[in-house]
C-alpha cells in the first residue's frame, strides 16, 4: 500500500540543505526519511524547479500494464476483431472495463476504427502478373502513357450511389425529406455506359442497350474507338487497353483489333486500381447524383454533360502524369492491392 505523501514542509527543508551542501544520505537522517525519498524530492526539484504537487492525469487506469499491451497486440494481429470480443477477452483475465475504455487505449496507440475497404480478391497468379506488368512498365516514358486511350464499363444507377453525405439538422428531424437521401426498391433501374479516355481528354461514351456481348462490344468499338482516337489526336500508333473480360478477349475481338492494326496493351486480371478510368468513374457518378435525376431519361442526360465536363487538367496532371506511382505501389505491394 502506497505511504502517505510527506508534507510540503518536509520537502522544502530537504531542497534547503541540498542547496546547502548535504548529501542525500545526511538529509535522510536528519529528516528520518528514506534515502530514495530525498532523491526522488531532488530530482522532481531540479527538472520542475518546485516541491508542489504536479497535476495528476487523474483516475488510475483499471488495466494493468500486460493487459493493455495484450489489447494493442490482439487489434494489431486481428483488425477486425471487435470491441465486444476484446471486452470478453480481458474480462476472462479478470480486468472488466467499458468498451470505452478499450477504445481510448487502442487509440492511444495509433489504432482508430475505420470502415474496412472493399478491394477486388487477387490470387496468388494475380498478384504475380500484376506485379510483372508494374516491373515491366515502370520504366516506360511518359510519352508512351499519354498515347494509351483508356477504356471500361460501368454501371449507373438511378438511386444507387451509396456514399455517405452529412446534413445540418436539429434533433427529431432525421427523418424530414430534406434530411433523407430517397432509394427505390432494386436501384430504380440502371444504364450502362462504355467510354474511353486518355492524357487529352474524354472521348466517347455510349449507353450500352441490352446485354453486352462479343458483337456488341465489336460494335461499339467499330463506331467509337477510332473516332475517339481521331478526337483526341493519338494519331495512328496508340495503344488500347482493356480489361480482361471474356467479351473483349473473345477471338474474333481480337481479329478486329488486328486488321484494324490496333495495339492493345496486355493487362493483368484483378487490377481495377491500375486502369484511371475507375477515378473518372467516380467522379463522374458523384457529380450525376448530386444532379438528383429522378428518372432515367434525367440520369441519362446528366452522365452526358458530366462526362464532357471532365477538364484535360484532370485526366493529363492528375490520372495520367501520376501513373507511375500506381505501378510503384503495386511493386510495394508485391503484386497486392493498393490505395488506387
Not at 116 to 142: M, N, Q
Not at 263 to 289: C, F, G, M, R, Y
Amino acid at each position: 500500500m502506497k505511504n502517505k505523501e510527506h508534507t510540503r514542509q518536509v520537502r522544502d527543508t530537504a531542497v534547503k540543505k541540498f542547496k546547502a551542501g548535504f548529501g542525500y544520505t545526511n538529509i535522510s537522517q536528519a529528516l528520518n526519511i528514506q534515502r530514495s525519498t530525498v532523491q526522488a524530492i531532488i530530482l522532481k526539484w531540479k527538472e520542475y524547479q518546485t516541491t508542489a504537487n504536479l497535476p495528476r492525469p487523474g483516475r488510475p487506469s483499471k488495466l494493468s500494464a500486460h493487459t493493455r499491451r495484450r489489447l494493442i497486440r490482439d487489434a494489431a494481429k486481428r483488425p477486425m476483431i471487435t470491441l465486444d470480443e476484446l471486452q470478453r477477452s480481458t474480462a476472462e483475465v479478470g480486468d472488466s472495463v467499458h468498451r470505452t475504455t478499450i477504445s481510448r487505449i487502442l487509440h492511444k496507440s495509433g489504432l482508430y476504427g475505420r470502415v474496412a475497404r472493399r478491394k477486388t480478391f487477387l490470387k496468388d497468379v494475380h498478384k504475380k502478373c500484376r506485379l510483372k506488368f508494374a516491373t515491366s512498365h515502370l520504366g516506360d516514358t511518359p510519352n508512351m502513357w499519354k498515347k494509351v486511350l483508356w477504356s471500361d464499363e460501368t454501371k449507373m444507377e438511378l438511386f444507387g450511389n451509396n456514399a455517405k453525405r452529412y446534413v445540418w439538422r436539429k434533433s427529431n428531424t432525421a427523418h424530414h425529406p430534406e434530411h433523407t437521401i430517397p432509394t427505390v426498391k432494386h436501384g430504380g433501374g440502371s444504364i450502362m455506359v462504355w467510354a474511353c479516355f486518355s492524357s487529352a481528354g474524354t472521348g466517347k461514351m455510349v449507353q450500352i442497350d441490352g446485354k453486352m456481348d462479343g458483337a456488341k462490344y465489336r460494335t461499339i468499338l467499330e463506331e467509337n474507338l477510332m473516332e475517339s482516337a481521331k478526337d483526341l489526336r493519338l494519331g495512328r500508333r496508340f495503344v488500347f487497353q482493356q480489361d480482361n473480360d471474356p467479351k473483349h478477349k473473345a477471338k474474333s475481338t481480337m481479329e478486329w483489333f488486328k486488321n484494324k492494326r490496333i495495339q492493345v496493351l496486355e493487362w493483368p486480371s484483378q487490377s481495377p486500381d491500375l486502369n484511371p478510368i475507375e477515378n473518372l468513374w467516380k467522379e463522374l457518378k458523384t457529380a450525376v447524383h448530386k444532379c438528383s435525376p429522378s428518372n432515367l431519361t434525367e440520369l441519362e442526360l446528366f452522365r452526358k454533360e458530366e462526362w464532357e465536363k471532365n477538364s484535360v487538367s484532370l485526366c493529363a496532371k492528375q490520372l495520367i502524369e501520376t501513373y507511375p506511382k500506381r505501378l510503384t505501389a503495386v511493386i510495394a505491394a508485391k503484386g497486392g492491392a493498393t490505395k488506387y
